[in-house]
């Protein structure tokens, strides 16, 4: 059987969600093999985990300089994995790296790339949502290694344990051609899940009103375990951060629950929205485009109803 | 400095809804081309950085003959002359073959730095900046909410999941911008009457040394097997709010096991 090749996402010494579900998409294909690329010893502290989660081989790409440039690193340590194995196909996270990987790497191996795939079969034929969820379209790369980003959270099951044998891979990086990090800020995310992998997620707009405000929006989100979103008229209001803005030109979230507070339902906010299992809106104005999606809607003062909801969701979680 | 500005036709993304007056069916004639406003965006930072260090903006794009729109609109922003990348063989490009079309135009310019959009509605591989980084062999700045060139040196903060880095890199480079950047200048009269002089190069695939059999849809590096639009959204419950609405949207989530 092939290698199948994943790029581990990984932050701060564990795993992130999206790799257990790239190497349960891998096992469809071939055998997983998942590249950890990092400072020296990542690889070594991943691997049970990697193990678990279906990788037979775990390559340690690691040299000071791989979590110093931007891209470049993980684009030469696939690259290197690549020419060791001659994978099925490589598997990344549709992230903002995860792409620009694949970009790179397509350029590299002369082969084809599909972008924010949701879902991967045997023949790695890829399942992509489009226009904000519009169309379902499928697709198969017709020239050279098929380069796959998976979108999180999309992925159904999981892969059997493997060995998880660590393997270190020589790679090197053209420093020339690569930006370098100087430093890095992770805004505090606090308890809450990340928006694009979250199962809830709550978000506010412009009918919130202020920043102080989005306090109604946050306390639904912790009695929901959810995550916070923003519409891009409230991030522009400076209501709440940008990276939480849900949409077209946002963050595309796919959660079992979205609730939308003080939203109209503008089609670039649904582009990054409409696929959620459930949809819930809680809008004054009844004639509210984002009505026309909603699984359960309420006519209302979302200063009236979500305090409510969130009580009652405490209530019975006792 | 001199900046290349990688601008987009791209469909409105508001004219999807627009109705025919007369007879209130769906107007495909009114689907409005327009920059893709990112790439406006991408306009405003190589303006202000021209402003500041001197040099010129070049806009470049690859589309068909009525993609010169976007071009008249970005130097009527102020944008100095313009490139359009235009031949029936580029039809059906895929990000690859749109990389690999500009990064040969690119080869007939002169820049220091390209400046693009992170993301094209359309598009949404958010991967055409990066594949013209590796084509160039030069470094991708991508995401970028803040940019400044000190010399040589191009110093930005990078929006990633969950927070933003500090990068520099040497220039030439290919920065990628979000929508967080600049507000986008709107073009004045004399913006628009000045913007009909400017000149406009245009490069076929065989003036880019590319054969006509290498290029477009035909010969793409992935193929669709089947798209299908998906069913529709039906709206589903909607009450008014008497009071006890909360509660209600509770017991509707734990009925459907959601809580
Ligand atoms: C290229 C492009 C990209 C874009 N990308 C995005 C994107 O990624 N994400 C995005 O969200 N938008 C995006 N937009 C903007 C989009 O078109 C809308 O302007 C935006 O989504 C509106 O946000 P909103 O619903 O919060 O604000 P509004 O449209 O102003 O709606 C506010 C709603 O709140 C309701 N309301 C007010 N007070 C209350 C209250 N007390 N209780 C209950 N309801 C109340 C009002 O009835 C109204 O329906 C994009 C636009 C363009 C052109
Ligand atoms: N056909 C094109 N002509 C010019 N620039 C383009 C073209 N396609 C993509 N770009 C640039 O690349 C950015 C990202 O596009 P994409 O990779 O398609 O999401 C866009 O915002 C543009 O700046």
């Known amino acids: 059987m092939s290698d199948v090749l994943v790029l581990v996402d990984h932050f701060d010494g564990a795993l992130r969600k999206v790799t257990p579900e790239l190497l349960a998409a891998a096992s469809r294909i071939g055998n997983p093999v998942a590249v950890v690329v990092g400072a020296p010893g990542t690889a070594e502290a991943l691997a049970p985990a990697l193990a678990e989660a279906g990788a037979a081989t775990v390559y340690a790409a690691e040299s000071a300089e791989a979590t110093q440039y931007l891209v470049t690193p993980q684009v030469a340590a696939l690259a290197a994995a690549a020419a060791a194995t001659s994978p099925a196909a490589i598997l990344l996270a549709a992230t903002i790296d995860g792409r620009e990987i694949a970009g790179r790497l397509a350029v590299r191996l002369d082969s084809g790339v599909i972008s924010d795939a949701v879902d991967v079969d045997a023949d790695a034929v890829a399942t992509q949502s489009v226009f904000g969820g519009s169309y379902t379209v499928r697709s198969k790369v017709s020239r050279g290694t098929p380069i796959i980003s998976i979108r999180a959270n999309s992925i159904e099951g999981s892969a059997p344990a493997a060995a998880g044998t660590v393997t270190p891979l020589e790679f090197s990086v053209d420093a020339a051609a690569s930006a370098t990090i100087v430093a890095v800020h992770t805004e505090p995310a606090g308890d809450r899940p990340d928006l694009g992998a979250a199962s809830v997620v709550v978000s506010g707009g412009r009918g919130v009103g202020s920043a102080e405000n989005f306090t109604v929006v946050e306390a639904l989100a912790d009695a929901l375990g959810g995550a916070v979103g923003a519409s891009r008229a409230a991030v522009d209001s400076g209501y709440y951060p940008h990276q939480f803005q849900v949409g077209q030109t946002g963050t595309t979230v796919s959660p079992q629950v979205y609730v939308a507070l003080g939203i109209s339902g503008a089609i670039q906010h649904r582009a990054g929205m409409q696929t959620s299992k459930t949809i819930v809106a809680v809008n004054k104005d009844s004639d509210a485009p984002i009505f026309e999606i909603s699984d359960f809607g309420v006519v209302g003062d979302l200063f009236d109803v979500a305090p409510q909801l969130t009580q009652a969701v405490q209530a019975r979680k006792g | ?259």
């Open chain 2, 1 to 259: 400095m001199n900046i290349v500005v990688l601008v987009k036709q791209v469909p409105d993304t508001y004219s999807e809804r627009k109705l025919r007056e007369s007879d209130g069916i769906l107007d495909r004639d009114a689907t409005d081309n327009v920059i893709d406003e990112i790439d406006s965006r991408g306009v405003e930072a190589g303006l202000q950085l021209t402003e500041a260090h001197g040099g010129e903006v070049t806009v470049l794009t690859l589309g068909p003959d009525r993609a010169t729109e976007v071009l008249r609109k970005a130097l009527a922003m102020g944008a100095h002359k313009a490139v359009h990348v235009v031949d029936d063989a580029f039809a059906g490009s895929d990000a690859l073959q749109t990389s690999a079309a500009l990064a040969a135009a690119l080869g007939k310019l002169e820049f220091d730095l390209i400046i693009a959009g992170n993301e094209s509605t359309d598009g949404r591989t958010a991967s055409v900046p990066a594949m013209l980084a590796e084509r160039l062999g030069i470094p991708q700045v991508t995401f970028v909410r803040a940019l400044e060139i000190d010399g040589t040196t191009l110093k930005a903060e990078r929006t990633v999941d969950g927070g933003y880095t500090e990068v520099t890199s040497p220039i030439p480079a290919v920065v990628s911008v979000t929508e967080k950047i600049n507000e986008p200048r709107y073009p004045n009269f004399k913006g628009i009457m000045a913007a009909k002089s400017k000149p406009v190069t245009t490069f076929s695939a065989e003036d880019l040394g590319l054969a006509a059999g290498d290029t477009g849809g035909a010969v793409s590096w992935s193929i669709v097997l089947d798209a299908a639009p998906r069913p529709p959204r039906e709206a589903g419950e909607k009450v008014n709010d008497d009071g006890s609405a909360g509660t209600k949207v509770a017991e509707y989530l734990a009925s459907a096991r959601l809580i």
